[in-house]
């Protein structure tokens, strides 16, 4: 009883709620949604009311029986819930790091082992499970990034094409993995975390479609991407991540729409294995270009899953991405074609660097330089190596057949050579001055960036008062390549290669690391995965 009441003379067994409407009493013992129904008759204050401090005693009960039923007892404390429904009622929640199917399946788990092998074994089943669950949250993240575009988009949501990787929902991500969980029918090495450690990985490739052709990887060379991508250099790294795009092996299976391939050949695979194949770029064979491009490793096919590259014992892809080896040419000695070899032919033919008593500039001497000067050679240039390292004098000269070296930091030698070089292919990727490469081209001379210097600072006046040019390129299309590669094979052309077996992959991207390879890492697949 409060105060007021006291003071207007209501008498002191009455309920606070009497004041109220007749109809609109609320009985505070039953549940919210229930009013009281003996509300029009004077009735004792019920004891959930908070009782007065010392003038006046809790009554014990609030109505007779007869009147209505009501609970035995009304904590004042804290007042009962009402009981859920079933369909609403709350699940126990899971243990922390319960494997992902074991959650969201429909079959029961069965017990895990207390001891013994069998124990061991359940702990392995979980982590591969905890591992496919971090991986699908890995690509639910990935793909919501396209459903928000922006701020300046957000009134006008991009729309997703029907099929697209951004229009399957995580679900239908997750019951591929959940495949490839299950039935594994392919060896390979993959890193785990942005460590860069790689260590024996089993996963399901696809089937063999209509247009796909199925290739035992026989070689897999190694790029600098490698380390890149293990290392989630690029923030963009989809765990386990399986590297390599520079693949060569045999042919073992071809869908029934296969024209141009037949077991038992020879055939190669580069940096990329779809695209839309409908656009103005995939019509010009420069499928490198394509906006929807998909990268050997660490890409989104049209099916939703992540790539696996050619660290691995076998791989599935379009019949327009194989490239076929000519008979007699080294397999171990094709797969660095594919990526070292067609990055820097590709710009060299579009700018007509193929025209013999020219002169070719080389920045670096590493997987790309080193064809490059192979290729400059073969066109009967006159090639000139520009590195920072006198070391590779010896090499570029004696072993590679240059022309020329300098010593790029050396001022004197490079004011000797300004203005007498037509083209000048840069691949070197650490940060480094490009005025003085272009003061040394002649009127109208180009210089061709292949690799990716963190930063490009040019003077304006080092272009316009010599009409010079500064070009990028990166890789090349399907009709390149495999030009390229029966260009290697008629003229005789091998990469100079360090073979190695698996086991020892985590060595040589240290080494790569450290650029001490001559010139190009491939890795021994077939007899590694024996």
Known sequence: MSRNASA??????????ARLPPR???????????????????????????????????VAACL????????????????????????????????????????YSSHPPKPAPTEGAGRKQHRARTRVCTREYEIYLQLFLRRTRSWFPGTADRRAPRRLVPGSPESRSPSSVLVGMAVESESCN????????????????????????????????????VCYADVVWTRNKHNDSVYPLVPGHEIAGVVTEVGSGVDGFEVGDHVAVGTYVNSCRDC??????????????????????????????????HIVVHERYCHKIPDGYPLEKAAPLVCAGITVYTPMMRHHMNQP??????????????????????????????????SKRDEAISLLGADNFVISSDEKQMESLKNSMHFIVDTASGNHPFDPYLALLKVGGVMVLVGFPGEIRVQPATLNLGARSL???????????????????????????????????NEALERLVNRDVRYRFVIDIESSFR
């Open 8 to 17: 207007r003379g209501d008498p002191p067994d009455r309920c606070a709620s």
């Open 357 to 390: 008593g020219k002169s070719l500039g080389v920045v670096g001497l590493g997987g790309l330089g080193h064809m490059a000067v192979k290729f400059g050679k073969a066109f009967r240039l006159k090639v000139t190596v520009f590195s920072t390292s006198e």
């Open 280 to 313: 103005e770029n995939c019509n010009s064979f420069l499928e490198n270009h394509c906006s929807k491009f998909v990268f050997t490793f660490n890409g989104v096919d049209s099916d939703g899953t992540v790539t696996k590259g050619g660290y691995s014992s």
């Open 24 to 58: 609109a009493r609320p009985h505070r013992c039953a549940s919210r949604l229930q009013l009281c129904p003996a509300a029009a008759v004077a009735r004792p204050a019920c004891s959930s009311a908070r009782p007065p401090p010392s003038r006046a005693p809790p």
């Open 471 to 505: 070009s990028g390129s990166v890789t090349g299309g399907t009709k390149d390549t495999q030009e390229m590669i029966n260009f290697c094979a008629a003229i005789k052309i091998y990469p100079d290669i360090e073979l190695i077996k698996m086991d020892y992959i």
């Open 64 to 103: 007779p029986a007869a009147a209505r039923p009501i609970p035995p007892s009304c904590a004042p404390a804290r007042r009962a819930r009402p009981p859920r429904a079933p369909h609403l009622q709350q699940r126990a929640c899971p243990p922390p790091r319960t494997p992902f199917f074991v959650i």
């Open 186 to 221: 392919c060896d390979a090495w993959a890193a785990r975390d942005p460590s860069g450690i790689l260590s024996p990985y089993r996963f399901s490739r696809r089937t063999v479609q209509h247009n796909d052709v199925s290739l035992r990887i026989t070689y897999c060379g």
